[in-house]
């Protein structure tokens, strides 16, 4: 490895101290440290001929295995700061993004176990490249709307990050992480990757897809940390028997979205374990973890993360535990792509979520800044919405939006309700509302679908709800 980077130096020493030991196992595979090493200068082959140049700025596409590590691997090695593309996004959507950031080009690995350097294509970006010197990786924004933006991370704030998040959820050396999670997704790439080259962490990679895949694979390996999202622990528990647990799992993440209390109260009561929630961002990675694991169950998303200072910037002035989260950490990227914005600068992130802090330090999340809806000239937040309509039996989730009215400009109140086919019909949504809400808070929009729509990353896909048409409305007034 020719790049100083303190990641690719941790790896070398786990190789070095034991070359046999597992890196990824699933039920058909194994893949030791020095084979990753040995797919890694497969990789590197791959990218030689190439003749791309030293720290520009190239995507990677590769689905969850040691393929993506080996790619990690060998960009670094060549000094490239590394765009983490969506493998299972269509290659134009990928080819957009990557030229929109200003990529050289696409790194490609299309198998999950690959064995020889035919596993590996390049497809080259047209434009001037944009060079990143100390950058390591590039992670997307979620893209709710517009084209994504990327965020550039230098090795040492991924380095920062991982141990931050090691100190404050307890890991171990000899933890086995479930690798459900998109390894190429920020999360993914915190909780699963970086443990793995870092620390030496085992992945226990599922081998298909489906709910049950995470389950096995953490009973193959003997798995102990499981990190997840709240849509999975729903799916689970919305089952008419809810699977086992694994026996060997200590410790359950729940990221990437709000965990309603109701799931993390009804998880502990079918397994006995409770779940422990972790708000983080692209922008500076893990921002407050729950260390107890009950305050999920409480509304909160816990106290900050090791070394992490959260301020509350007040909207008023005057009320310093309830504002917009603002993120001062050492694990803080460089800036966005492919321009840069004052929200992010210095090791300073000043997020659009607003939160209040409680009387024990847990933060708890109100909503995002950029949601209020405005109608007639009222500000309306979607979280008390949803956490009113979340007490309507019958709703399993709901998400509110203000879109554009069709007459007369301005707003419109529009909440999307996940509820079994049949179950809610608009005025019982419209009749409940009323009863507990001011008129102007009271949806003027209804539209009743079995799921929730979301992106790969497991973000509520808000392009799909502000596309619902007037058609989709179960009524209106």
Same mark, same amino acid.
């Given at each position: 490895?020719?790049?100083?980077?303190?990641?690719?130096?941790?790896?070398?020493?786990?190789?070095?101290?034991?070359?046999?030991?597992?890196?990824? *196992?699933?039920?058909?595979?194994?893949?030791?440290?020095a084979?990753?090493?040995?797919?890694a200068?497969?990789?590197?082959?791959?990218?030689?001929? %190439?003749?791309?140049?030293?720290?520009?700025?190239?995507?990677?596409? *590769?689905?969850?295995?040691p393929?993506?590590?080996?790619?990690?691997?060998?960009?670094?090695?060549?000094?490239?700061?590394? @765009?983490?593309?969506?493998?299972?996004?269509?290659?134009?959507?990928?080819?957009?993004?990557?030229?929109?950031?200003?990529?050289?080009a696409?790194?490609?690995c299309r198998q999950?176990?690959?064995?020889?350097?035919?596993?590996?294509i390049?497809?080259?970006?047209?434009?001037?490249?944009?060079?990143?010197?100390?950058?390591?990786?590039?992670?997307?924004?979620?893209?709710?709307?517009?084209? !994504?933006?990327?965020?550039?991370?230098?090795?040492? $704030?991924?380095?920062?990050?991982? $141990?931050? @998040?090691?100190?404050?959820?307890?890991l =171990?050396?000899?933890?086995?992480?479930?690798?459900?999670?998109?390894?190429?997704?920020?999360?993914?790439?915190a909780?699963?990757?970086?443990?793995?080259?870092?620390?030496?962490?085992?992945?226990?990679? &599922?081998?298909?897809?489906?709910?049950?895949?995470?389950?096995?694979?953490? =009973?193959?390996?003997?798995?102990?940390?499981?990190?997840?999202?709240?849509?999975?622990?729903q *799916?689970?528990?919305?089952?008419?028997?809810p699977?086992?647990? !694994?026996?060997?799992?200590?410790?359950?993440?729940?990221?990437?979205?709000?965990?309603? &209390?109701?799931?993390?109260?009804?998880?502990?009561?079918?397994?006995?374990?409770?779940?422990?929630?972790?708000?983080?961002?692209?922008?500076v990675?893990?921002?407050?973890y #729950?260390?107890e694991?009950?305050?999920?169950?409480?509304?909160?998303?816990?106290?900050?993360?090791?070394?992490?200072?959260?301020?509350?910037?007040?909207?008023?002035?005057?009320d310093?535990?309830?504002?917009?989260?603002v993120?001062?950490?050492?694990a803080?990227?460089?800036?966005?792509?492919? /321009?840069?914005?004052?929200?992010? +600068?210095?090791?300073?992130?000043?997020?659009?979520?607003?939160?209040?802090?409680?009387?024990?330090? /847990?933060?708890?999340?109100?909503?995002?800044?950029?949601?209020?809806?405005?109608?007639?000239?009222?500000?309306v937040d979607?979280? %008390? +919405? /949803?956490?009113?309509?979340?007490?309507? !039996?019958?709703v399993? #989730?709901?998400?509110?939006?203000?879109? &554009?009215?069709?007459?007369?400009?301005?707003q419109?109140? =529009?909440?999307?309700?996940?509820c079994?086919?049949?179950? @809610?019909?608009? /005025?019982d949504?419209?009749?409940?509302?009323?009863?507990?809400?001011?008129?102007?808070?009271? &949806?003027r929009?209804?539209?009743?679908?079995?799921?929730?729509? =979301?992106?790969?990353?497991?973000?509520?896909?808000r392009?799909?709800?502000?596309?619902?048409?007037?058609?989709?409305?179960? *009524?209106?007034?």
């Amino acid at each position: 490895m020719r790049v100083k980077d303190p990641i690719l130096g941790a790896f070398a020493g786990l190789l070095e101290a034991a070359p046999g030991a597992a890196v990824i *196992a699933s039920s058909r595979h194994l893949s030791t440290r020095a084979a990753v090493a040995a797919l890694a200068r497969k990789a590197h082959s791959a990218l030689e001929p %190439e003749g791309l140049s030293p720290e520009s700025l190239v995507g990677l596409s *590769a689905p969850n295995g040691p393929g993506f590590l080996a790619s990690l691997l060998a960009l670094r090695g060549r000094r490239h700061a590394v @765009l983490l593309l969506d493998p299972h996004a269509p290659e134009p959507e990928q080819r957009d993004i990557a030229q929109a950031l200003g990529a050289e080009a696409i790194f490609i690995c299309r198998q999950a176990w690959p064995t020889d350097a035919d596993a590996w294509i390049v497809r080259r970006i047209g434009g001037e490249p944009v060079h990143l010197p100390g950058i390591a990786v590039v992670k997307l924004t979620s893209g709710s709307s517009g084209m !994504p933006r990327g965020v550039a991370v230098s090795a040492e $704030a991924l380095w920062a990050d991982d $141990a931050a @998040l090691a100190m404050s959820m307890d890991l =171990r050396l000899d933890d086995r992480i479930v690798g459900a999670i998109p390894f190429s997704h920020s999360y993914g790439f915190a909780s699963v990757v970086l443990p793995a080259l870092i620390r030496g962490s085992l992945i226990a990679l &599922p081998d298909q897809p489906g709910p049950l895949a995470p389950l096995d694979a953490a =009973r193959q390996a003997s798995a102990s940390v499981f990190p997840t999202a709240p849509a999975y622990l729903q *799916a689970l528990l919305k089952m008419s028997q809810p699977p086992a647990w !694994p026996e060997s799992i200590r410790l359950v993440i729940s990221a990437s979205a709000p965990l309603r &209390p109701a799931s993390a109260a009804r998880f502990r009561e079918v397994y006995g374990q409770p779940v422990h929630v972790f708000y983080g961002a692209t922008e500076v990675g893990g921002i407050c973890y #729950d260390r107890e694991g009950n305050a999920g169950e409480r509304g909160t998303v816990g106290t900050p993360v090791e070394g992490i200072r959260v301020d509350l910037e007040s909207l008023d002035g005057d009320d310093d535990r309830k504002g917009v989260i603002v993120v001062t950490s050492p694990a803080a990227g460089q800036g966005y792509l492919p /321009e840069p914005d004052a929200r992010l +600068i210095g090791g300073r992130f000043e997020s659009s979520d607003l939160a209040a802090r409680r009387h024990n330090g /847990e933060i708890a999340l109100l909503g995002r800044l950029d949601g209020l809806v405005n109608v007639k000239g009222k500000k309306v937040d979607p979280t %008390e +919405i /949803e956490q009113t309509l979340l007490g309507l !039996p019958g709703v399993e #989730d709901v998400v509110a939006l203000g879109v &554009p009215a069709s007459e007369g400009g301005g707003q419109l109140l =529009r909440v999307v309700i996940a509820c079994r086919p049949g179950r @809610l019909a608009y /005025e019982d949504v419209l009749a409940f509302c009323r009863a507990r809400l001011a008129e102007h808070k009271v &949806p003027r929009s209804v539209v009743l679908l079995a799921a929730i729509p =979301r992106t790969p990353r497991d973000k509520i896909d808000r392009r799909a709800l502000f596309a619902l048409s007037e058609a989709d409305d179960v *009524a209106r007034h």
